[in-house]
C-alpha cells in the first residue's frame, strides 16, 4: 500500500516525466496491478478512500490527459495520509543533494524550500505545460506539521514563495496543545468482585489538537467514567472518554483504558483472601 499512496501522491500534480521515469512507473503499475488500467483503479478507489472528491486519475504516469484532474484540497488530504502512515518518506523529501554511480551523477532536490525554510520536511513539486508550476510543501515546528499547496503558480519562485507565506501564517496563527500521552494516568478506580480493589485507568493514545495561539487556558476537559467496575477487566478494556473542547467545539477524544488486568474473585482466591484476613485479626 505504500507504493500505491506514493504513486497517488507522486501522479496528481501531472509531473513533466522523462521517457525512462516514464517507463518505470509504466513497469512497476502492470507488476502490482496487472496492467496501467488496473492500478489507475486502484489510485482512484484509494482517492475515495482518503475523501478525494474532486480527484479523478486517468493514468499512472502523471502526464496531462483530459479529465486527469485534482484539487489543492485532495492534495492536502493525500499529503496527510502519506505523512501520517509512512513517516519514513521525510528521509528521502529532506535530502537536499545526493549523487550516484560513485559520484559521477549529481542529483539535487527541486523543493528550494528544504534548504531555505527551517523545519521544512517536502514534500512534493511538479509542473507541466497546463498544470505550470505546483507544490505540496510540509514542514514541522515544535511538534506542530503544516501542510502548504500552491497549484498552477505562474514559476517556480512564485509557488515556492506563497507556499512559505501559508506556512508562515500558520506557524505565527497556531500551535499544537497536547492533552495527554498514551498511558497518562488519568484516575483510578474501584473495583467490586475482583482480586484487587482497584484499577489504574490511562489515556489509550495520545492526544492533542490544533488551536489559534492564545487559547490554550481555554481548552476544558470532560471524564466520562464510573466510580467502580465489576470484575473481570482486561488490560486495555474501555472504560471511558476524555473529551476536549474549545469554545463549545470538541477538539478530540479519546478512550479511557484498563492499565492492567483484574481477574474476578473465584473460590479459591475468595478463600485465600479470608485466610489472610484472619491472620491478620490474630497478628492484631
Not at 66 to 77: A, E, M, R
Request: with cysteine.
Amino acid at each position: 500500500m505504500f507504493i500505491i499512496n506514493f504513486f497517488l501522491f507522486f501522479n496528481t500534480f501531472h509531473l513533466c516525466l522523462n521517457c525512462t521515469v516514464y517507463d518505470c512507473v509504466v513497469a512497476m503499475a502492470e507488476f502490482i496491478a496487472g496492467s496501467q488500467e488496473s492500478f489507475v483503479e486502484l489510485m482512484n478507489n484509494k482517492a475515495k478512500e482518503l475523501g478525494m472528491n474532486d480527484t479523478t486519475f486517468k493514468n499512472c504516469h502523471g502526464l496531462d490527459e483530459d479529465g486527469h484532474l485534482t484539487s489543492s484540497y485532495d492534495i492536502s488530504l493525500m499529503s496527510r495520509e502519506l505523512l501520517n502512515k509512512y513517516p519514513e518518506v521525510t528521509k528521502y523529501t529532506t535530502i537536499w543533494m545526493d549523487t550516484l554511480r560513485d559520484g559521477k551523477s549529481q542529483l539535487s532536490n527541486t523543493n528550494k524550500l528544504i534548504k531555505t525554510y527551517k523545519g521544512a520536511t517536502g514534500l512534493k513539486t511538479g509542473s507541466t505545460s497546463l498544470a505550470l508550476y505546483n507544490l505540496s510543501a510540509s514542514a514541522t515546528r515544535d511538534d506542530l506539521s503544516l501542510i502548504a499547496v500552491i497549484m498552477k503558480a505562474p514559476s517556480t519562485k512564485v509557488r515556492f514563495s506563497e507556499a512559505q507565506k501559508l506556512l508562515d501564517y500558520g506557524f505565527s496563527k497556531f500551535s499544537f496543545k497536547s492533552f495527554g500521552n498514551k498511558g497518562d494516568l488519568i484516575k483510578t478506580v474501584n473495583v467490586t468482585k475482583g482480586i484487587k480493589n482497584q484499577v489504574d485507568v490511562v489515556l489509550e493514545n495520545n492526544s492533542g489538537a490544533l488551536i489559534e495561539k492564545g487559547k490554550d487556558s481555554k481548552v476544558t476537559q470532560t471524564i466520562t467514567l464510573a466510580d467502580s467496575f465489576p470484575a473481570k477487566i482486561t488490560t486495555g478494556q474501555k472504560l471511558g472518554e476524555a473529551t476536549f473542547s474549545l469554545d463549545g467545539k470538541v477538539l478530540a477524544t479519546v478512550n479511557l483504558v484498563a492499565k492492567n488486568d483484574v481477574d474476578a474473585l473465584n473460590l479459591f482466591t475468595l478463600s485465600k483472601r479470608v485466610i489472610y484476613s484472619w491472620v491478620d485479626l490474630l497478628r492484631s
